[in-house]
Protein backbone atom coordinates (compact mmCIF):
# COMPACT_ATOMS: atom_id res chain seq x y z
CA UNK A 1 0.00 0.00 0.00
CA UNK A 2 1.46 3.53 -1.32
CA UNK A 3 0.95 6.26 1.43
CA UNK A 4 -1.38 8.27 -0.32
CA UNK A 5 -3.77 4.91 -0.74
CA UNK A 6 -6.37 4.92 1.27
CA UNK A 7 -8.38 1.44 2.38
CA UNK A 8 -11.45 0.78 0.56
CA UNK A 9 -14.49 0.27 2.75
CA UNK A 10 -16.18 -3.00 2.72
CA UNK A 11 -19.85 -3.20 0.37
CA UNK A 12 -22.76 -2.46 2.62
CA UNK A 13 -25.07 -5.87 2.36
CA UNK A 14 -27.59 -5.41 -0.18
CA UNK A 15 -30.45 -7.69 1.61
CA UNK A 16 -32.79 -9.41 -0.12
CA UNK A 17 -36.23 -9.34 -1.22
CA UNK A 18 -38.57 -12.43 -1.58
CA UNK A 19 -41.79 -12.17 -3.15
CA UNK A 20 -44.00 -15.01 -1.40
CA UNK A 21 -46.75 -16.35 -3.68
CA UNK A 22 -49.24 -18.89 -2.50
CA UNK A 23 -52.07 -20.40 -4.50
CA UNK A 24 -55.85 -19.82 -3.90
CA UNK A 25 -56.57 -23.81 -4.77
CA UNK A 26 -54.56 -24.57 -1.69
CA UNK A 27 -56.61 -24.00 1.95
CA UNK A 28 -55.23 -21.12 3.60
CA UNK A 29 -51.98 -21.80 5.96
CA UNK A 30 -50.55 -24.80 4.44
CA UNK A 31 -47.52 -23.78 3.05
CA UNK A 32 -44.12 -24.90 2.48
CA UNK A 33 -41.22 -25.56 5.12
CA UNK A 34 -39.15 -22.83 3.40
CA UNK A 35 -41.79 -20.74 3.49
CA UNK A 36 -42.40 -20.72 6.99
CA UNK A 37 -38.59 -20.53 7.54
CA UNK A 38 -38.39 -17.06 5.56
CA UNK A 39 -41.68 -15.72 7.11
CA UNK A 40 -40.22 -16.16 10.83
CA UNK A 41 -36.26 -14.98 9.97
CA UNK A 42 -37.40 -12.11 8.01
CA UNK A 43 -36.80 -8.60 9.51
CA UNK A 44 -40.15 -7.01 7.72
CA UNK A 45 -43.03 -9.09 6.06
CA UNK A 46 -45.44 -6.98 3.99
CA UNK A 47 -49.05 -7.22 2.60
CA UNK A 48 -50.79 -4.54 0.55
CA UNK A 49 -54.46 -6.90 0.80
CA UNK A 50 -55.60 -6.57 4.38
CA UNK A 51 -58.33 -9.46 3.48
CA UNK A 52 -55.17 -11.72 2.07
CA UNK A 53 -56.58 -15.19 3.39
CA UNK A 54 -52.97 -16.05 4.95
CA UNK A 55 -53.06 -13.41 7.22
CA UNK A 56 -55.15 -14.56 10.45
CA UNK A 57 -52.77 -18.08 9.72
CA UNK A 58 -49.79 -16.40 10.00
CA UNK A 59 -50.27 -13.86 12.78
CA UNK A 60 -51.48 -17.42 14.80
CA UNK A 61 -48.34 -18.60 13.70
CA UNK A 62 -46.72 -15.79 15.55
CA UNK A 63 -45.39 -14.00 11.92
CA UNK A 64 -45.93 -9.83 12.32
CA UNK A 65 -47.38 -8.57 8.76
CA UNK A 66 -47.53 -4.95 8.30
CA UNK A 67 -49.85 -3.65 5.96
CA UNK A 68 -48.02 -2.03 3.29
CA UNK A 69 -47.82 -1.30 -0.57
CA UNK A 70 -43.98 -0.04 -0.89
CA UNK A 71 -43.15 1.17 -4.41
CA UNK A 72 -39.75 -0.58 -5.83
CA UNK A 73 -37.71 2.13 -4.60
CA UNK A 74 -38.96 2.14 -0.95
CA UNK A 75 -38.46 -1.30 -1.06
CA UNK A 76 -35.36 -1.77 -2.19
CA UNK A 77 -34.28 0.75 0.72
CA UNK A 78 -35.94 -1.15 2.99
CA UNK A 79 -33.30 -3.66 2.52
CA UNK A 80 -30.35 -1.23 3.19
CA UNK A 81 -28.14 -2.67 5.84
CA UNK A 82 -28.75 -6.84 4.86
CA UNK A 83 -32.34 -6.70 5.94
CA UNK A 84 -34.66 -9.51 4.78
CA UNK A 85 -38.29 -8.52 3.45
CA UNK A 86 -40.85 -10.36 2.79
CA UNK A 87 -43.70 -9.64 0.45
CA UNK A 88 -47.39 -11.20 0.07
CA UNK A 89 -48.75 -10.27 -3.10
CA UNK A 90 -52.34 -11.05 -4.01
CA UNK A 91 -54.09 -13.50 -5.82
CA UNK A 92 -53.24 -11.20 -9.23
CA UNK A 93 -49.90 -10.92 -8.11
CA UNK A 94 -48.41 -7.30 -8.39
CA UNK A 95 -47.13 -6.17 -11.67
CA UNK A 96 -46.65 -2.65 -10.39
CA UNK A 97 -44.70 -3.69 -8.14
CA UNK A 98 -42.49 -6.53 -9.87
CA UNK A 99 -42.23 -3.97 -13.07
CA UNK A 100 -40.46 -1.41 -11.03
CA UNK A 101 -38.09 -3.55 -9.50
CA UNK A 102 -37.15 -5.37 -12.97
CA UNK A 103 -36.97 -1.37 -14.01
CA UNK A 104 -34.38 -0.46 -11.38
CA UNK A 105 -32.04 -4.07 -11.75
CA UNK A 106 -31.85 -3.28 -15.39
CA UNK A 107 -30.75 0.84 -15.24
CA UNK A 108 -27.54 -0.23 -12.85
CA UNK A 109 -27.60 2.73 -11.22
CA UNK A 110 -28.75 1.23 -8.00
CA UNK A 111 -27.24 -1.58 -5.88
CA UNK A 112 -30.18 -4.40 -5.92
CA UNK A 113 -30.74 -6.26 -2.96
CA UNK A 114 -31.56 -10.56 -4.04
CA UNK A 115 -34.48 -10.85 -5.52
CA UNK A 116 -36.32 -14.47 -5.22
CA UNK A 117 -39.72 -15.64 -5.63
CA UNK A 118 -40.47 -18.34 -3.59
CA UNK A 119 -43.54 -20.51 -4.03
CA UNK A 120 -45.14 -21.07 -0.43
CA UNK A 121 -47.79 -23.73 -1.92
CA UNK A 122 -47.84 -25.54 -5.17
CA UNK A 123 -51.20 -26.19 -7.17
CA UNK A 124 -51.89 -29.92 -7.33
CA UNK A 125 -52.55 -32.04 -10.66
CA UNK A 126 -55.84 -31.39 -11.68
CA UNK A 127 -55.83 -27.50 -9.23
CA UNK A 128 -57.04 -25.54 -12.42
CA UNK A 129 -60.35 -27.77 -12.53
CA UNK A 130 -61.03 -25.79 -9.77
CA UNK A 131 -61.47 -22.72 -11.53
CA UNK A 132 -63.14 -23.85 -14.10
CA UNK A 133 -66.13 -25.43 -11.41
CA UNK A 134 -66.00 -21.56 -10.57
CA UNK A 135 -65.92 -19.85 -13.28
CA UNK A 136 -69.10 -22.11 -14.84
CA UNK A 137 -70.85 -21.29 -11.73
CA UNK A 138 -70.50 -17.87 -12.37
CA UNK A 139 -71.09 -17.81 -15.73
CA UNK A 140 -74.23 -19.24 -15.21
CA UNK A 141 -75.57 -17.15 -12.88
CA UNK A 142 -74.99 -14.31 -15.20
CA UNK A 143 -74.77 -14.89 -18.85
CA UNK A 144 -78.40 -14.53 -20.06
CA UNK A 145 -77.94 -17.39 -22.68
CA UNK A 146 -76.14 -19.65 -20.11
CA UNK A 147 -78.62 -19.38 -17.58
CA UNK A 148 -81.36 -20.24 -19.59
CA UNK A 149 -79.45 -23.70 -21.00
CA UNK A 150 -81.11 -26.68 -20.54
CA UNK A 151 -79.81 -30.76 -20.18
CA UNK A 152 -82.07 -31.06 -23.38
CA UNK A 153 -81.10 -27.80 -25.50
CA UNK A 154 -77.65 -28.72 -24.29
CA UNK A 155 -77.75 -32.05 -26.08
CA UNK A 156 -76.79 -31.33 -29.32
CA UNK A 157 -73.68 -29.30 -28.86
CA UNK A 158 -72.00 -32.87 -26.41
CA UNK A 159 -72.60 -34.92 -29.44
CA UNK A 160 -71.20 -31.82 -32.06
CA UNK A 161 -67.93 -31.74 -29.58
CA UNK A 162 -67.73 -35.39 -29.97
CA UNK A 163 -67.28 -35.35 -33.63
CA UNK A 164 -64.81 -32.48 -33.58
CA UNK A 165 -62.78 -33.99 -31.12
CA UNK A 166 -62.62 -37.44 -33.17
CA UNK A 167 -61.48 -35.07 -36.29
CA UNK A 168 -58.71 -34.02 -34.38
CA UNK A 169 -57.30 -37.30 -33.40
CA UNK A 170 -57.47 -38.16 -36.26
CA UNK A 171 -55.89 -35.42 -37.69
CA UNK A 172 -53.06 -35.95 -35.23
CA UNK A 173 -52.96 -31.87 -34.51
CA UNK A 174 -52.16 -31.79 -30.26
CA UNK A 175 -53.04 -28.03 -30.21
CA UNK A 176 -56.37 -28.55 -31.67
CA UNK A 177 -56.92 -32.33 -29.73
CA UNK A 178 -56.06 -29.92 -26.29
CA UNK A 179 -58.69 -27.28 -27.63
CA UNK A 180 -61.60 -30.60 -28.32
CA UNK A 181 -60.79 -32.17 -24.95
CA UNK A 182 -61.74 -28.78 -23.58
CA UNK A 183 -64.74 -28.66 -25.09
CA UNK A 184 -65.76 -32.24 -24.14
CA UNK A 185 -65.17 -31.09 -21.06
CA UNK A 186 -67.24 -27.95 -20.87
CA UNK A 187 -70.10 -30.33 -21.49
CA UNK A 188 -69.51 -32.44 -18.58
CA UNK A 189 -68.94 -29.68 -16.29
CA UNK A 190 -72.70 -27.31 -18.12
CA UNK A 191 -74.67 -30.29 -17.46
CA UNK A 192 -73.25 -30.72 -13.98
CA UNK A 193 -73.86 -27.34 -12.95
CA UNK A 194 -77.83 -27.53 -14.71
CA UNK A 195 -78.19 -30.76 -12.60
CA UNK A 196 -76.89 -28.76 -8.93
CA UNK A 197 -79.87 -26.69 -9.21
CA UNK A 198 -82.14 -29.25 -9.03
CA UNK A 199 -84.82 -28.25 -11.88
CA UNK A 200 -86.83 -31.00 -14.41
CA UNK A 201 -84.62 -30.51 -17.60
CA UNK A 202 -82.96 -27.33 -16.24
CA UNK A 203 -86.14 -25.27 -16.03
CA UNK A 204 -86.31 -22.42 -14.20
CA UNK A 205 -89.60 -22.24 -12.28
CA UNK A 206 -89.27 -25.18 -9.99
CA UNK A 207 -90.11 -24.45 -6.47
CA UNK A 208 -87.51 -23.49 -3.63
CA UNK A 209 -87.38 -26.36 -1.37
CA UNK A 210 -87.43 -29.10 -4.81
CA UNK A 211 -84.08 -29.59 -5.13
CA UNK A 212 -83.45 -32.91 -3.37
CA UNK A 213 -87.21 -34.43 -4.75
CA UNK A 214 -86.06 -33.57 -8.34
CA UNK A 215 -82.48 -35.37 -8.03
CA UNK A 216 -80.35 -32.65 -7.62
CA UNK A 217 -76.29 -33.79 -7.61
CA UNK A 218 -72.78 -31.72 -8.50
CA UNK A 219 -69.69 -31.91 -10.16
CA UNK A 220 -68.70 -33.81 -6.99
CA UNK A 221 -71.19 -36.23 -7.20
CA UNK A 222 -70.20 -36.86 -10.71
CA UNK A 223 -66.63 -37.04 -10.02
CA UNK A 224 -66.93 -39.69 -7.01
CA UNK A 225 -68.97 -41.74 -8.87
CA UNK A 226 -66.52 -42.04 -11.54
CA UNK A 227 -63.88 -42.89 -9.09
CA UNK A 228 -65.63 -45.19 -7.02
CA UNK A 229 -66.38 -47.04 -10.90
CA UNK A 230 -62.73 -46.80 -11.53
CA UNK A 231 -61.67 -48.52 -8.63
CA UNK A 232 -64.38 -50.96 -8.98
CA UNK A 233 -63.83 -51.72 -12.36
CA UNK A 234 -59.69 -52.06 -11.69
CA UNK A 235 -59.47 -54.97 -9.30
CA UNK A 236 -55.91 -55.84 -10.77
CA UNK A 237 -54.57 -52.05 -10.00
CA UNK A 238 -56.48 -51.51 -6.79
CA UNK A 239 -57.12 -54.76 -5.58
CA UNK A 240 -55.83 -58.41 -5.07
CA UNK A 241 -57.18 -59.73 -8.53
CA UNK A 242 -54.87 -60.66 -11.54
CA UNK A 243 -54.28 -59.39 -15.12
CA UNK A 244 -51.27 -59.71 -17.44
CA UNK A 245 -53.03 -59.02 -20.46
CA UNK A 246 -55.32 -56.52 -21.94
CA UNK A 247 -57.52 -59.43 -22.72
CA UNK A 248 -57.39 -60.24 -18.98
CA UNK A 249 -58.47 -56.99 -18.05
CA UNK A 250 -61.27 -56.90 -20.84
CA UNK A 251 -63.23 -59.57 -18.92
CA UNK A 252 -62.46 -58.15 -15.39
CA UNK A 253 -64.22 -54.92 -16.65
CA UNK A 254 -67.49 -56.99 -17.96
CA UNK A 255 -67.60 -59.30 -15.08
CA UNK A 256 -67.91 -56.43 -13.31
CA UNK A 257 -70.47 -54.60 -15.64
CA UNK A 258 -72.44 -57.67 -15.33
CA UNK A 259 -72.76 -57.25 -12.11
CA UNK A 260 -73.33 -53.59 -11.42
CA UNK A 261 -75.42 -53.17 -14.28
CA UNK A 262 -78.06 -56.51 -13.45
CA UNK A 263 -78.58 -56.42 -17.09
CA UNK A 264 -81.35 -58.65 -19.05
CA UNK A 265 -79.89 -59.00 -22.29
CA UNK A 266 -76.58 -58.44 -23.94
CA UNK A 267 -78.32 -55.44 -25.86
CA UNK A 268 -79.24 -53.78 -22.54
CA UNK A 269 -77.28 -50.44 -22.32
CA UNK A 270 -76.47 -50.18 -25.94
CA UNK A 271 -77.66 -46.19 -26.87
CA UNK A 272 -79.29 -47.11 -30.27
CA UNK A 273 -78.90 -43.00 -31.52
CA UNK A 274 -75.45 -43.45 -32.02
CA UNK A 275 -74.33 -43.96 -36.14
CA UNK A 276 -75.74 -47.14 -37.90
CA UNK A 277 -72.24 -48.87 -38.43
CA UNK A 278 -71.26 -48.20 -34.54
CA UNK A 279 -74.59 -49.93 -33.57
CA UNK A 280 -74.43 -52.85 -35.64
CA UNK A 281 -70.63 -53.12 -34.60
CA UNK A 282 -71.43 -52.78 -30.88
CA UNK A 283 -74.57 -55.41 -30.79
CA UNK A 284 -72.31 -57.75 -32.73
CA UNK A 285 -69.71 -57.32 -30.17
CA UNK A 286 -72.13 -58.17 -27.32
CA UNK A 287 -73.61 -61.09 -29.24
CA UNK A 288 -69.85 -62.75 -29.67
CA UNK A 289 -68.82 -61.49 -26.02
CA UNK A 290 -72.43 -62.72 -24.55
CA UNK A 291 -71.64 -66.24 -26.44
CA UNK A 292 -75.33 -66.03 -27.95
CA UNK A 293 -76.18 -67.73 -29.99
CA UNK A 294 -78.18 -66.00 -32.84
CA UNK A 295 -77.41 -65.76 -36.77
CA UNK A 296 -77.62 -62.14 -38.41
CA UNK A 297 -80.72 -61.58 -39.99
CA UNK A 298 -80.94 -62.01 -43.70
CA UNK A 299 -83.02 -59.72 -45.94
CA UNK A 300 -83.07 -57.39 -49.46
CA UNK A 301 -81.45 -54.18 -49.03
CA UNK A 302 -78.05 -52.14 -48.28
CA UNK A 303 -78.77 -51.77 -45.00
CA UNK A 304 -78.74 -55.63 -43.99
CA UNK A 305 -74.98 -56.10 -46.41
CA UNK A 306 -74.08 -52.79 -44.16
CA UNK A 307 -74.58 -55.10 -40.84
CA UNK A 308 -72.90 -57.70 -42.02
CA UNK A 309 -69.61 -56.00 -42.90
CA UNK A 310 -69.76 -54.06 -39.83
CA UNK A 311 -70.57 -57.49 -37.81
CA UNK A 312 -67.44 -59.16 -39.80
CA UNK A 313 -65.35 -55.67 -38.90
CA UNK A 314 -65.52 -56.38 -35.38
CA UNK A 315 -65.26 -59.55 -35.30
CA UNK A 316 -61.70 -59.14 -37.07
CA UNK A 317 -61.00 -55.93 -34.93
CA UNK A 318 -61.79 -53.37 -36.64
CA UNK A 319 -64.23 -50.65 -35.99
CA UNK A 320 -66.22 -50.02 -38.94
CA UNK A 321 -67.46 -46.48 -38.08
CA UNK A 322 -63.31 -45.61 -37.81
CA UNK A 323 -62.21 -47.42 -41.34
CA UNK A 324 -65.32 -45.73 -43.13
CA UNK A 325 -64.45 -42.40 -42.31
CA UNK A 326 -61.07 -42.46 -43.11
CA UNK A 327 -61.85 -44.39 -46.36
CA UNK A 328 -64.50 -41.01 -46.73
CA UNK A 329 -61.72 -38.50 -46.05
CA UNK A 330 -59.72 -40.16 -48.79
CA UNK A 331 -62.49 -40.07 -50.98
CA UNK A 332 -62.91 -36.23 -49.90
CA UNK A 333 -59.58 -35.74 -50.94
CA UNK A 334 -59.91 -37.16 -54.44
CA UNK A 335 -62.99 -35.21 -54.69
CA UNK A 336 -60.99 -32.21 -54.05
CA UNK A 337 -57.87 -32.91 -56.67
CA UNK A 338 -60.72 -33.09 -59.04
CA UNK A 339 -61.77 -29.94 -58.49
CA UNK A 340 -57.95 -29.06 -59.33
CA UNK A 341 -58.20 -28.01 -55.19
CA UNK A 342 -55.25 -29.34 -52.72
CA UNK A 343 -56.14 -31.73 -49.97
CA UNK A 344 -57.26 -29.82 -46.26
CA UNK A 345 -54.00 -29.13 -44.38
CA UNK A 346 -53.79 -31.67 -41.39
Known sequence: MTEHSQPTAPAEPTGRIVLLTTSHRVAPGVLSWPAW????????VLCADPGHPQLPYLREAGVEVEQAAPDAHALVEACTGGRTVVVLPGGEGDQRLTDGLARLAGSGRVSMPDLELLPGSYDLPGARLLD?????DRVRRECPWTSRQ???GLAKYAIEEAYELV???????????REELGDVLLQVVFHARIAEEGLPDGAADAE?????????????DV????????????PHVFGDAEAETPEDVHAHWQRTKAVEKRRESVTDGIPVGQPGLALAAKLAGRVRAGGVAVELPRGEGIGYELLELAARAEAEGVDPETAL??????YRDAIRAAEGLAAPAR
Open 132 to 136: LVQVM
Open 150 to 152: THR
Open 208 to 220: DGDEEALGAFSID
Open 167 to 177: EAIEDGDREEL
Open 37 to 44: QILHAADR
Open 325 to 330: RAAARV
Open 223 to 234: AGALVEKLIHRH
